[in-house]
């Protein structure tokens, strides 16, 4: 009759007016759409890019505070260190994550992408806010860091990027959304999500929350900086800041912990022991993860102690047990899959028997046990009320975050690359020996890098701090000799980690543009589970047959002695401080 | 496998892993341990950061701090005044870009209220080679009962960027017997 009943003719039922273009994987048998093809492709390609930028970044940074080098003037140190964070904490890791997230769903659902043209418009506002933060910050006016405190200005563009940046981000998110109702209503799959498309749900949710709260402090900080609002309370802007800054990190826990189960399925085969008890986990970090704001206030004035202590707690640690369930149920999944495979004898054959060789398993298992040993650990320690006041703002805190983000999210996303580039882009790795180092180079790299700032911090070295050694203060301090060794070896570590991240760039960027196309007679295919020998022998969960797990009980076992230690170690430094009340 | 579907539609009544009861049991109860282990060093503990705070304008601030080194001014070092404040009185510390003002000398085993705020951007104190820690905001005013347990001279940096003169900002606290 008219436009509008044409229109909703169209909604009871008849073919949506784009069609999906669908091909089938060759060796999983999944079925993927064009589109959502081409954007993990170019949100991992832009990921990659803003890595090597921001990788380098960091390596001028380490090279400064390591004293015999000492490379960059004063002025270009606080540029490039604000440079560093906004291009691998940001760009790296969130341009990665959308494109995890869109694998996800489409691609693990077998769906079509919710509307793509919308996928494009966020992505091309990820690069444009992406490449705007670049500018302000290289011109020279916006040196304020990554978290860009008031009273301490930034040009307008540098808000404005972020904003940008933050709202591309968002319509990823809500594509994601999408994406999931259209494999519900289209039934491309049965019964549940898997759980990796659960975790990467969880992240999707914790980002919304993130990115409001950058909305609500950034969008204010913006309008100040053009002169359209006077004052921007400081102590306020930290509080709803990091709701944005630590919940942004969460997502990269979520979001990670979720490739870590995806590479043990792929790679081994791994089951979830249970996937109750690996959603429950999931459920915690929805639930508690955006209390963490707090983490960053336990030294503020103005904030009461039982705010503090709720909020830093994760309301008591529930947070924390989803992580250290994760820490159990992930590598437990790999030891039953790896003895399912045959690998049966002592503790631990399974863990010596398993794949090395290859760099989405090497680099996946490196990511979970860093993770849990450095960042896990000390995140904690760090949030605890009292300790904090040890270590808040040294060197000890961005220890802390590479062992979350270098150590932990980086080093699975390089591990998960090694998978998308032949199941997406269809080439094969051009250069497999450099690709079975790269993950320990870098794992070293970034482990060490943790430790030595974590060390350096403990001594009481600030973090973005030009010079330690004060020489031209008007009061000269001098910190003891282990920090200057501290700061030397995390340089080291820094050059360890450039370049088993140039190994890593240098790699995918080759097997992506040159790298042998995978599918032709000429090239071996690929089956998945990479290495599953004996699968069929296995039990179903469950049965009377069910594994047993020492291996994965005496690594638990021996995170939690190092965690328990440690935490009483610091409450005993404490407690030799000077008394304040 | 993770990447599918669970195998039973019905995955929630599943049986869980011994293991990872056992597990879920040891992380709750060590979650507790530590939340209540906080609220127990309050009780304790003699390590606790106060919350005491007033909202103060920056000019106000300075005009006390000045008036205050005025009175208790011992000397000078550097061109900061060296101030020695009776024990138990309220001390003041200024921060700005890029100083930590005024110098202070305290006594072993007493404790003072000491003040804290910064004039133009945020600040860090800390106190080197102790390591105590503490975020200083403009127009908050922060009042820490402090009791040093160790004689010598101490520095304070700060360790919240401040600009371009951040690595230069120290000042320095004494204590003598």
């Given at each position: 009759m008219t436009a509008i009943d044409a229109g909703a003719i169209g909604v009871a039922?008849?073919?949506?007016a784009r069609v999906a273009k669908y091909r089938t994987c060759?060796?999983?048998g999944l079925r993927i759409e064009a589109q959502a093809e081409a954007l993990i492709k170019v949100n991992a390609v832009a990921a990659v890019v803003f890595l090597a930028i921001g990788g380098l970044f960091g390596l001028l940074v380490a090279l400064t505070r390591w004293q015999a080098v000492h490379l960059l003037g004063a002025e270009w140190f606080y540029l490039v260190l604000t440079a560093h964070g906004a291009n691998v904490l940001l760009f790296w890791i969130i341009f990665f994550e959308i494109a995890v997230l869109y694998f996800a769903s489409a691609v693990l659902l077998g769906a079509r992408l919710a509307a793509p043209r919308m996928a494009w418009l966020g992505f091309v506002l990820m690069v444009a806010g992406a490449l705007m933060a670049n500018y302000a910050v290289l011109e020279g006016?916006?040196?304020?860091?990554?978290?860009?405190?008031?009273?301490?200005m930034a040009s307008p563009w540098f808000y404005l990027s972020l904003i940008l940046f933050a709202v591309g981000a968002l319509v990823g998110v809500a594509v994601f959304f999408g994406t999931l109702m259209v494999a519900r209503q289209e039934k491309t799959y049965d019964g549940s999500i898997p759980l990796v498309t659960f975790g990467a749900l969880t992240a999707a949710i914790i980002a919304v929350f993130t990115i409001a709260s950058g909305a609500i402090i950034l969008i204010p900080t913006l309008l100040w900086s053009l002169g359209?609002?006077?004052?921007?309370d400081s102590l306020m802007y930290k509080l709803v800041w990091w709701g944005m800054g630590h919940s942004s990190q969460q997502i990269n826990v979520s979001a990670h912990v979720a490739i870590w189960y995806a590479i043990g399925a792929m790679v081994l085969g791994a089951r979830p022991l249970s996937e109750k008890v690996s959603r429950m986990a999931f459920l915690m970090y929805i639930l508690f993860?955006?209390?963490?704001?707090?983490h960053h206030l336990?030294?503020?004035?103005?904030?009461s102690s039982q705010w503090k202590i709720v909020n830093t707690s994760y309301m008591m640690y529930l947070a924390v047990m989803g992580s250290m369930i994760h820490g159990l149920t992930v590598p437990g999944a790999i030891e039953a899959a790896q003895r399912r495979n045959g690998?049966?004898?002592?503790?631990f054959e399974w863990l010596r028997k398993?794949?090395?060789?290859?760099p989405a398993f090497s680099g996946m298992f490196l990511s979970l046990v860093m993770f849990g040993f450095i960042g896990g650990i000390s995140g904690v320690v760090l949030g605890t009320e009292q300790l904090n006041v040890l270590m808040h703002n040294t060197l000890y805190v961005p220890g802390h975050f590479h062992g979350t983000v270098v150590a932990g999210t980086t080093l699975a996303f390089m591990a998960m690359t090694y998978l998308v580039v032949p199941?997406?882009?269809?080439?094969?790795?051009?250069w497999p020996r450099m690709a079975t180092w790269q993950p320990v180079l870098f794992g070293i790299g970034a482990g060490g890098i943790s430790m030595f700032m974590m060390g350096a911090g403990t001594l009481g070295v600030a973090r973005?701090?030009?010079?330690?050694?004060?020489?031209?203060?008007p009061h000269a301090f001098e910190h003891a000799p282990g920090a200057f060794l501290m700061l030397g070896l995390n340089g080291i570590f820094a050059v360890i980690a450039a370049i088993g991240g140039i190994m890593f760039v240098v790699n995918v960027v080759a097997s992506i543009l040159v790298g042998p196309k995978l599918g032709g007679a000429q090239t071996r295919p690929l089956t998945f589970?990479?290495?599953?020998?004996?699968?069929?022998?296995a039990s179903t969960y469950?049965?009377?047959?069910t594994v047993k797990l020492p291996g994965t009980i005496i690594l638990v076992g021996l995170f939690f002695s190092a965690f328990v230690l440690y935490y009483f170690v610091n409450w005993k430094y404490l407690s030799e401080l000077w008394l304040f009340r | 496998m993770a990447i599918s579907p669970p195998p039973k539609r019905i995955w929630w009544n599943e049986p869980v892993h011994g293991v990872e009861i056992g597990w879920i049991a040891v992380t709750v109860l060590w979650g507790l341990f530590m939340f209540f282990f906080m609220i127990a060093w309050h009780f304790i503990g003699q390590q606790n950061l106060s919350t005491e705070t007033y909202r103060v304008q920056p000019h106000a601030y300075q005009a006390r701090v000045e008036a205050f080194a005025e009175r208790f001014k011992v000397g000078e070092e550097n061109g900061t005044p060296v101030v020695r404040p009776p024990a138990g009185e309220d001390v003041y510390i200024l921060a700005r870009l890029w100083e930590w003002w005024p110098i202070l000398e305290l006594k072993r085993g007493q404790s003072y209220r000491i003040h804290l705020s910064s004039v133009d951007w945020q600040h860090g104190f800390s106190l080197q080679p102790t390591n105590i820690n503490i975020s200083v905001h403009p127009g908050y005013e922060h009042v820490i009962t402090l009791t040093p347990t160790e004689t010598g001279q101490f520095g304070i940096i700060c360790n919240e960027f401040c600009g371009i003169g951040h690595h230069r900002m120290t000042g320095r606290i004494r204590v003598t017997e």
């Open positions: 039922g008849e073919a949506p060759r060796f999983t006016n916006s040196s304020v860091m990554f978290t860009s405190y008031p009273p301490m359209f609002v006077s004052n921007i993860l955006q209390l963490a704001s707090a336990l030294a503020e004035p103005g904030l690998f049966t004898r002592g503790a398993a794949p090395w060789c290859n199941l997406i882009f269809q080439r094969d790795i051009l973005r701090h030009w010079d330690t050694t004060f020489t031209d203060a589970p990479l290495h599953q020998q004996a699968a069929e022998a469950g049965s009377h047959a | -």
